[in-house]
């Protein structure tokens, strides 16, 4: 099975600084099945973004994706009050769809 | 605008079946290219893939959960059902329904995500 290893575990920083935070696989995963999502306390998971790169409706541009094989980022280029959030990463392969455990960003 | 709805029991009995129920607004289950899912979140814990069906029926499952979960679909009503059976302490989660785009493998639309504890 696939396994997605996302890191830090959490992320300590201010407004206004820059986010970077990891999913590794343990396998290549194709750039068209890697998403992410933000999950607010409370709320259900939002889609964020999907194919790697591409932003989900209605989702600010401060949010990007890149990366390929098994490396794969999300960067939050400055952080507003609320993006304070766990954030995850998903990937699908072979009729399997699995989640990372989650990286929390969090006010410093 | 689509809108999901979980509901069900919110206590379930160890060895019992767990039975949840989504009802999807804002769109026909059975005029859509779209499949639809099931996910959970244990307290304080990651997310997990249970499985999915399609408007027609076909489904998918976590192989970790297949032999317990079933997962069927009445279009008449829009909604599809999860039945997780026998359930453990361990299935205590927020279960979440929600749209399953099968075109880039995502979760689109969620449900708020409904909390069943199993407990004697």
């Known amino acids: 099975e696939l396994v997605l290893t996302q890191s830090p575990g959490t992320l300590s920083l201010s407004p206004g600084e820059r986010a970077t935070l990891s999913c590794r696989a343990s396998?290549?995963?194709?750039?068209?099945?890697l998403a992410w999502y933000q999950q607010k306390p409370g709320q259900a998971p939002r889609l964020l973004i999907y194919?790697?790169?591409s932003r989900a409706a209605g989702i600010p541009d401060r949010f990007s994706g890149s990366g390929s094989g098994t490396d794969f980022t999300l960067t939050i280029s400055r952080l507003e009050p609320e993006d304070f959030a766990v954030y995850y990463c998903?990937?699908?392969?072979?009729?399997?769809?699995?989640f990372g455990q989650g990286t929390k960003v969090e006010f410093k | 605008q689509l809108q999901l709805q979980e509901s069900g029991p919110g206590l379930v009995k160890p060895s019992e079946a767990l039975s949840l129920t989504c009802t999807v607004s804002?769109?026909?289950?059975?005029?859509?290219?779209?499949?639809w899912g099931w996910l959970r979140q244990p307290p304080g814990k990651g997310l997990e893939w249970i499985g999915t069906?399609?408007?027609?029926?076909?489904?998918y499952y976590n192989p970790s959960r297949k032999s317990r979960a079933t997962i069927s679909v009445d279009t008449s009503k829009n909604q599809f059902s999860l039945k997780l059976s026998p359930v453990t302490a361990a299935d205590t989660a927020i279960y979440y329904c929600?749209?399953?785009?099968?075109?880039?493998?995502?979760?689109?639309?969620w449900g708020l995500g409904t909390l069943v504890t199993v407990t004697s």
């Open positions: 998903q990937q699908y392969s072979s009729s399997l769809w699995t």
């Open positions: 069906i399609s408007y027609r029926g076909n489904t």
């Open positions: 929600a749209r399953h785009n099968y075109g880039d493998h995502t979760f689109d639309y």
């Open positions: 396998q290549s995963v194709s750039i068209y099945y």
């Open positions: 804002g769109a026909s289950i059975d005029r859509s290219t779209y499949y």
């Open positions: 194919a790697t790169s």
